[in-house]
C-alpha cells in the first residue's frame, strides 16, 4: 500500500537548514512535508556534529583548565574518566535538543515522514519508510540532503580503528597514539577532545598550515598552545598509504615529514561531500555537479524554478548558521516575500582550545586581492581579564578600509573566541568604522574589550599596551 500525501512545501532532509526551513514555511501558513532519513531531526550538527562535539570540548577544555590552576595554588588530582557517563552525558544534551525539534514539528502542523527521499518525477518524491511507501506531491520542494564525511579510496575505513567524526564523537575508548588525518576545523576539533583525555596526538596536513583559510597569525597563536600538548604536527604532509596490522594502523607519509607510524586510531577528517547524488534530482530535472552540488541562485533556487537547494548541498562554507539563514530564505521565497541570501560574511570558528575565529576579509585574502587594509591587533598579554584566566595567548586583530575606516574583517584567537567574533560580524553588516567600535565602551575587564582596543590601535587612539 502507498500512502500518498501532498504538500506545499516538501522538504528533503532535516538538518539545520531543512528544519529550519519547514519550520519558517509553516509559520507562513504553508503545508510541509519534512523528509528524513533517521528517526531524530536535526541532521548532522545536532546528532553528529555541532552539538556533541562542543559538549566534548567542553569537558575537554575544562580538564585543561585544571592542569594551569597550580600556577594560582590549586592542583587538582589527574581526572578520572568514565567514558559510559561521558557518553551519557553527551547523549543528553542531543536527545533534549532532537526531542525539542519533534515537539516544534508537532506544534507547527509539520508532516514528518521517516524514510529515504528520492526524487520520481519532477513534482513527486517517494519515500521508503518503515511503514512502507510514501509519496510526496509537493508544489515546492527544497532539499536540504546536506554531506558526510570524504573516505579515501584503498584505506582500511570498515575496520573501527579508523574513524571518521561521527565514529571519533561515540569515544568508544581513549587510544594511547592517534593519528589525525586533516587539520582543518573537524579533525582539530576532535583532537583536542582527545588530547584532554590522554591521547597521544599526531596531526597530518596536506596544506602549508593548519585551519586552512585562517591567518597564519592567529594558527601561529594557536599552534604555540597545542605543540606543548601534542606529539607531532606535520604539515606538507600526505598520507600516501594505511593498512590495517595486528599492531594498530600502519601509516604512510608523503611529502615534507615521509615515513611511517602505526597507531591506534586513525581519525580521517579531510572535509566533508555533498549529498547531491542520493536524492535522484535527476528526476526533477535538478542539474547536479560532479562533486554532488546543487547550484542555486540568491532566493535559493536551482535551475527548477520550484525546487530550492539549501546548506552543505549547496557549496561555500558547510557550517550549520548557514544552512539555516538558507533554509529562512528559501521558505519565504517560496510564500512569496522578497528575501535574498546576501550576507557581507559567514563567520568561521573553530572550537578548539584555545578557539579560532575569524570572518570578512582576511589578511591573506587581502593580500591576495590586493586590497589594502589598516590593521589593529591587540595581543591578549596586554589584556588583564587573558592574564587573570592564565591565557594570554591570544590575540584580536581587525582590518578596516584605509579610506573609508570601515571594518573589513576580523580574526581572533583565544579562549571564547567563537562567542566574542559575533560584535565584529555585527559590525561588517552594520557598517561600522574604527570610531565606532573604538569609542563603543566595552565593559572592563573583559576579553570583548579587546576588540574595542584593536579598533584603538588601528585609529592611533592608544599606541602604548601596557
Ligand atoms: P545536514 O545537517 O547534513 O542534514 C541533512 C539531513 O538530510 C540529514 O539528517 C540526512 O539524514 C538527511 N538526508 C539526506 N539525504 C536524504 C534522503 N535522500 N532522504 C531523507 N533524508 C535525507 N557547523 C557549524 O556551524 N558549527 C559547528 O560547530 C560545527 N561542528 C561540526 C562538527 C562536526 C563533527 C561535523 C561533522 C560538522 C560540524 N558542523 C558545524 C557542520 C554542520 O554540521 C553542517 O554544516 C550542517 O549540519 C549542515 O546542515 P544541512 O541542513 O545542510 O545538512
Known sequence: PVKELTAQVAVLGAGPGGY????????????????????????????????????????????????GMGAMGVTFAPPEIDLDKMRTGKDKV??????????????RGVEVVQGTGRFEAPNRIGVDSREGKVTVAFDNCIIAAGSCPIRIPGFPHDDP??????????????????????????????????????SRIDVVELKDQLMPGADLDLVRAFQKVIKKR??????????????????????????????EDTYDKVLVAIGRRPNGKLVNAEA?????????????????RTNVPNIFAIGDVVGGPMLAHKATHEGKVAAEVIA????????????????????????GLTEHEAKEQGIEVEKG??????????????????????????????????????????????????????G???????????PHPTLNETIGLAAEMAHGSITDLL
Not at 519550520?23 to 548532522?44: C, H, K, N, Q, S
Request: proline share 5%; charged share 20%.
Open 94 to 107: 542531543v536527545k533534549k535538543l532532537t526531542t525539542g525539534l519533534s515537539s516544534m514539528a508537532k506544534q
Open 161 to 198: 580503528r579508523v574513524m571518521d567524526s561521527t565514529d571519533a564523537l561515540q569515544i568508544d575508548g581513549i587510544p594511547e597514539r592517534m593519528l589525525v588525518v586533516g587539520g582543518g576545523i573537524i579533525g582539530l576539533e576532535m583532537a583536542s577532545v582527545y588530547a584532554a583525555l590522554g
Open 230 to 259: 601534542y606529539n607531532k604536527i606535520f604539515l606538507e604532509t600526505k598520507v600516501s598509504r594505511m593498512e590495517a596490522t595486528g599492531a594498530g594502523i600502519k601509516v604512510e607519509f608523503e611529502g615534507k615529514s615521509p615515513g
Open 336 to 359: 512569496g516575500e522578497p528575501a535574498l541570501f546576501d550576507p557581507l560574511t559567514i563567520p568561521s570558528v573553530a572550537y578548539t582550545d584555545p578557539e579560532v575565529a575569524w570572518m
Open 20 to 67: 529550519t526551513a519547514a519550520f519558517r514555511a509553516a509559520d507562513l501558513g504553508l503545508r510541509v512535508v519534512l523528509i528524513e532519513r533517521y528517526p531524530t531531526l536535526g541532521g548532522v550538527c545536532l546528532n553528529v556534529g555541532c552539538i556533541p562535539s562542543k559538549a566534548l570540548l567542553h569537558t575537554a577544555a575544562v580538564i585543561e583548565e585544571t592542569k
Open 432 to 442: 561600522a568604522d574604527m570610531e565606532d567600535i573604538g569609542m563603543s565602551i566595552h
Open 377 to 430: 591587533v591587540f595581543p591578549w598579554a596586554a589584556s588583564g581579564r587573558a592574564l587573570g584566566i592564565h591565557r594570554d595567548e591570544g590575540l584580536t586583530k581587525l582590518l578596516f578600509d584605509p579610506e573609508t575606516k570601515r571594518i573589513l574583517g576580523a580574526g581572533i584567537v583565544g579562549p571564547n573566541a567563537g562567542e566574542l567574533i559575533g560584535e565584529t560580524v555585527l559590525a561588517l553588516e552594520m
Open 284 to 300: 526533477a530535472g535538478v542539474k547536479v555537479d560532479e562533486h554532488g552540488f546543487i547550484k542555486t541562485d540568491q532566493h535559493m
